[in-house]
């Protein structure tokens, strides 16, 4: 059973940093895209990033309103996928869910991933 465990979630300032991680069991996700989505109160899931890995060459996605704060990254021999977020916005409070793909490419969309963990919730005060 395959099974994704966000953590690293927290309340922080506005400016400040957090890593969040996300630990994979039950796959081996080294050859398979990973994302992270977020979920505000009411609003639909939408896409921060994704990491994708073809041949030898890494590849990573961000959405535009993260794009130079947020950094993804994998580390492959503990089958976990981080997100480091840097200058943290009031409007980046949210549900963090981490995002397992079944292909080595996904791309921005919520359908395009077949496994997904519980989330964890980060709220950024001003």
């Known amino acids: 059973q395959v099974q994704l465990v966000e953590s690293g979630g927290g309340l922080v300032q506005a400016g400040g940093s957090l890593r969040l991680s996300c630990a994979a069991s039950g796959r081996t996700f080294s050859n398979y895209a990973m994302g992270w989505f977020r979920q505000a109160p009411g609003k639909e899931r939408d896409f921060v990033a994704t990491i994708m890995r073809t041949g030898t060459t890494t590849l990573r996605n961000y959405a535009d309103s993260v794009k130079g704060r947020f950094t993804i990254s994998r580390d492959n021999a503990k089958n976990t996928v981080y997100l480091q977020m840097n200058s943290l916005k009031p409007e980046d409070t949210a549900v963090y869910y981490c995002?397992?793909?079944?292909?080595?490419?996904?791309?921005?969309?919520?359908?395009?991933?077949?496994?997904w963990g519980q989330g964890t919730q980060v709220t950024v005060s001003s």
């Open positions: 995002a397992g793909g079944s292909t080595w490419y996904s791309g921005d969309r919520a359908t395009d991933y077949d496994y």
